[in-house]
């Protein structure tokens, strides 16, 4: 029995895993897959919803490293996940996406001789300011097998000179997750349960330090939103420390002076994505909405200097717009009174990724 682990350290990782992990469940008589959750994002609510939403399994092993500095988080999950590997002595290891538990296992497994894989590999913003790039870089550098998502990741794995024989253009797993959750999120109540209706509101998500972390910044983008307010309501799922910035720079009257800008938790899978499809329009500064927004044809507003999505912006419906004041408001009016983008689904982002990455796997490991 051959034994493969994945690596899940913060939420977006759950949706790009829970596909391959049903995926090798039908090789299940040979192999054995387990999912290492790091704990590196952790919210036991969230965190438990999200597996649920998703039908994924307890991990097999919770390694609990909490919040700190990057230098500290990554050292913590390479110390223990080195025991893990040397407990359960994987055949294969697999890490997703780019926060700093992707960088610190593949570091680790392969430094112990592990044929590790980079599921989501090749993206690039080439803004090195941000850590999830430097964690891209170097994961990608030092992995054996790399799994991409879209024409930009090929570009630059062959610039970066991998072997062609171990780089597979095979799809997105995001978008697998997305195909699976999407009739439940068709039954869900939420919208109507926040008195949405139906295309009447804007859904917004930001949490990146430079749009929520800087005072003048976070005042411009909760005026803008209040202004839209005229024309739609407004759907914003605020992460606990925006929430506490809020209140901090001392801006919670613009909350309270437009009850149609309603702040609203962190959602599981199922509600979050209920809120999106339905959505008239979706701004973010997230990695992963410029994806799920592409294929649910939903128009998007990236509100960030660069993508590391770039098949987003060619084919799909999301605009990068800079997190300029003047250049948020002119596309949030040309999104409200112009005829908008469309879209199309990029290559092999069908819901079936996951089957391509064990069927390539499991013949990797049987040779």
């Known amino acids: 029995m051959k034994k493969i682990i994945s690596v899940v350290g913060a939420r977006p990782n759950f949706m790009k895993v829970a596909p391959i992990h049903r995926a090798f469940q039908q090789y299940s008589s040979s192999v054995e897959h387990l999912i290492v959750h790091t704990g590196q994002h952790y919210d036991a609510a969230m965190s438990d919803a999200f597996f649920q939403d998703l039908d994924m399994p307890q991990p097999a092993v919770f390694l609990g490293i909490g919040s700190g500095s990057h230098a500290v988080q990554t050292a913590k999950v390479m110390v223990e996940f080195e025991k893990v590997c040397e407990d359960i002595k994987p055949d294969f290891v697999i890490v997703v996406g780019d926060v700093n538990s992707t960088v610190g296992c593949s ?34 550098s030092i992995c054996d097998y790399w799994f991409v998502t879209e024409q930009s990741g090929l570009d630059e794995l062959q610039k970066q000179g991998a072997p062609d024989n171990k780089v597979f253009f095979v799809g997105n797993t995001m978008i697998d997750s997305l195909h699976y959750a999407l009739p439940r ?44 307010t005229d024309k739609r309501d407004i759907v914003f799922p605020v992460h606990p420390r925006t929430r506490k910035n809020i209140s901090a720079f001392g801006l919670s009257e613009i909350i309270e002076n437009h009850p149609r800008l309603k702040l609203i938790d962190p959602q599981g899978y199922i ?20 994806e799920e927004t592409t294929a649910l044809g939903i128009p ?25 004041p003047n250049a ?13 983008k469309q879209g199309q689904i990029p290559p092999l982002w069908d819901g079936n990724t996951a089957d391509r990455i064990a069927k390539i796997i499991v013949g990797i490991i049987s040779k």
Do not use: W
């Open 328 to 340: 948020i408001r002119q596309a949030l009016s040309d999104i409200i009174h112009l005829p908008r």
């Open 271 to 290: 509600n979050f994505l209920s809120l999106m499809m339905n959505a008239d329009f979706v701004m973010t500064d997230s990695g992963g909405i410029q």
């Open 107 to 140: 570091l680790v497994s392969v430094k112990m001789g592990i044929p590790t894989a980079h599921v989501e590999a090749g993206l690039r913003s080439f803004d090195r300011t941000m850590p999830e790039e430097i964690n891209r870089i170097a994961t990608d």
């Open 185 to 228: 999120a068709k039954q869900s109540a939420f919208m109507k349960e926040l008195g949405l209706k139906e295309k009447g509101y804007a859904l917004i998500t930001m949490h990146r330090p430079s749009n929520v972390d800087e005072p003048e910044q976070l005042k411009n983008l909760l005026l803008m939103l209040a202004e839209l």
């Open 300 to 324: 998007c507003l990236t509100i960030r200097t660069t993508t590391e999505r770039p098949i987003t912006t060619i084919l799909g419906t999301n605009i990068l717009i800079q997190p300029e």
